[in-house]
């Protein structure tokens, strides 16, 4: 039986995430303003404006506080010698590897966010799929990029 990838991503993923979730909220608050000006212009019962603003509570709280719990308690990654282990998932947990040998390029990328908390995420191309590894640090990122990247290499020249 193979052990669960053993490393976590940063704990400051946990910020980031929530105020992406933050802004996806943003969204959920229009609606609620939109059926409250709904209600008070139009013969739109009281009660439709009251339930889309406890839905939109409910939604927000959702995406601010349990997701990014749940992914950052789910999220591990292992970069072995001859494959990278992946583990993920919100309600269905994937579990994915990925051998060297069809690892095609690897590289690192900053959105604003990541960038102003020193995050990094990891981007693993094949030739069917990209994969990610979200939000490490930068230092860390760059090492995963280089040993992926070198391993690869030594993958490629042993075939």
Not at 80 to 96: A, D, N
């Amino acid at each position: 039986m193979r052990y669960e990838p053993s490393n976590q991503i940063a704990k400051r993923a946990l910020t980031v995430w929530r105020l992406n979730g933050i802004f996806n909220s943003l969204i959920f608050l229009l609606a609620s303003i939109g059926s409250v000006v709904l209600v008070v212009l139009t013969e739109v019962p009281f009660w439709v404006s009251v339930i889309a603003i406890i839905l939109s509570v409910i939604v927000s709280y959702i995406m601010i506080q349990v997701v990014p719990k749940i992914r950052y308690r789910v999220w591990r990654y292992e970069v072995r010698e001859y494959e990278i282990e992946l583990k993920y998932g919100l309600f269905i947990i994937r579990r994915v590897l990925i051998p060297m040998i069809r690892v095609q390029h690897v590289d690192t990328k900053q959105g604003p966010l990541l960038r102003h908390y020193d995050l990094s995420s990891v981007t693993i191309s094949t030739a069917a799929t990209v994969h990610e590894i979200p939000a490490l640090d930068n230092e860390t990122a760059d090492q995963v990029r280089d040993y992926i990247s070198q391993m690869a290499r030594v993958t490629e020249e042993d075939v």
